[in-house]
């Protein structure tokens, strides 16, 4: 699974860098660095969003407040 994080300016003072450390811990806590990929890009155009997160294709708004209930809902819903 690939999950990319919006790391342009916006997205970087809306937390990007806690969300990822959020996904960072997530991954590392459910052992599932061999079947995850964490990727940053640059502004994906939706600005006006909290910090924009791709799972795949799909656009997600995730802020450092929400990454734990994103990564239970979205990561490991579909994995299992």
Same mark, same amino acid.
């Given at each position: 699974?690939?999950?990319?994080?919006? @790391?342009?300016?916006?997205?970087?003072? #809306?937390?990007?860098?806690?969300?990822?450390?959020?996904?960072?811990? #997530? @991954? =590392?806590?459910?052992?599932?660095?061999? #079947?995850?990929?964490?990727?940053?890009?640059?502004?994906?155009?939706?600005?006006?969003?909290?910090?924009?997160? =791709?799972?795949?294709?799909?656009?997600?708004?995730?802020?450092?407040?929400?990454?734990?209930?994103?990564?239970?809902?979205?990561?490991?819903?579909?994995?299992?």
């Amino acid at each position: 699974m690939l999950i990319t994080i919006c @790391i342009g300016s916006s997205c970087h003072l #809306k937390g990007s860098r806690n969300v990822i450390q959020g996904l960072e811990r #997530k @991954i =590392k806590e459910e052992q599932l660095s061999s #079947k995850i990929e964490l990727n940053g890009s640059f502004c994906t155009g939706e600005c006006e969003k909290g910090v924009c997160v =791709k799972i795949d294709d799909e656009l997600f708004s995730v802020s450092p407040e929400t990454v734990d209930t994103f990564f239970t809902e979205e990561v490991l819903g579909r994995l299992n």
